[in-house]
């Protein structure tokens, strides 16, 4: 499988909320650098996003694919309903890089959080 159809297929597990799907995709030292739940392993991340969101709804616009190294990245929509019903829409830039064997080591998540942080915080109160 090439790096954009691991992509395709990382946003369609993660829209699906399916964490066994998702976390396959990692290698098992994997990073997730995220605007609103800091640097964690992946595991953790999408145990802890999962257990925030009751559903997600993402529109890919395009995928960029470094000719040079293993990295890429995914520009989408993301509509993120909370565990309490709360839902922000915003844009987002993921960036991957990948291992030589093709599985997702590190991804940093971009958005503007303005928004977002303040629909999460209230979830968290």
């Known amino acids: 499988m ?3 159809d691991v992509i395709r297929l990382y946003l369609r597990s993660l829209e699906q909320g399916s964490y066994d799907d998702v976390v396959k995709l990692f290698a098992e ?3 997730v650098i995220s605007p609103l739940y800091g640097t964690v392993k992946a595991s953790d991340f999408y ?4 257990k925030d969101t009751a559903k997600s709804k993402i529109t890919l616009l395009d995928i960029f694919v470094s000719k040079n190294s293993k990295c890429a990245a995914a520009h ?3 509509e ?3 565990k309490d019903g709360n839902t922000v829409s915003f844009e987002c830039v993921d ?3 990948f291992s030589e064997e093709g599985k997702i080591k590190k991804l940093k998540i971009i958005y ?10 209230r979830l968290k109160e």
Request: glycine share 0%; proline share 0%.
């Open 2 to 4: 090439d790096i954009a």
């Open 29 to 31: 030292d994997a990073m």
């Open 47 to 50: 145990r802890d996003l999962f």
């Open 76 to 78: 989408f929509r993301y």
């Open 80 to 82: 993120w309903t909370l």
């Open 95 to 97: 960036i991957f890089e």
């Open 112 to 121: 503007d959080t303005y928004e977002a942080r303040r629909v999460f915080e």
